[in-house]
């Protein structure tokens, strides 16, 4: 069993900044693309970003040149560095993560989620 756990979530005003980071742990021999989704109220999961094993980043265009994805492959650690937040970016935040373990089958983990709320 792998898991996924988030942490960094809050509450920030328009134009400020958050940090979120996601650590996998369990039955893991290699992390794959880790990234995040976010949930808005009333509305789908939507993709923000994702990166690779090897540091191949991917963006939604909301989020472009304001979010910066990272990850440290010794923690199996995702980070989402959020600047320049607006209040249409309030969300809930999940991870994700493409995960081989330790028995060599694939598991498409999500993690349980972190608020983040941008408002005044």
């Known amino acids: 069993q792998v898991q996924l756990v988030e942490s960094g979530g809050g509450l920030v005003q328009p134009g400020g900044s958050l940090r979120l980071s996601c650590a996998a742990s369990?039955?893991?021999?290699?992390?794959?693309?880790m990234g995040w989704y976010r949930q808005a109220p009333g509305k789908q999961r939507e993709f923000v970003a994702t990166?690779?094993?090897?540091?191949?980043?991917e963006y939604a265009d909301p989020v472009k040149g304001r979010f910066t994805i990272s990850r440290d492959n010794a923690k199996n650690t995702v980070y989402l560095q959020m600047n320049s937040l607006k209040p249409e970016d309030t969300a809930v935040y999940y991870c994700n993560a493409d995960i081989l373990s330790r028995i060599y089958s694939h598991i498409n983990s999500w993690g349980q989620g972190t608020q983040v709320t941008v408002s005044s």
């Open positions: 369990g039955s893991i021999r290699r992390v794959n693309t």
């Open positions: 990166i690779t094993s090897a540091g191949s980043m």
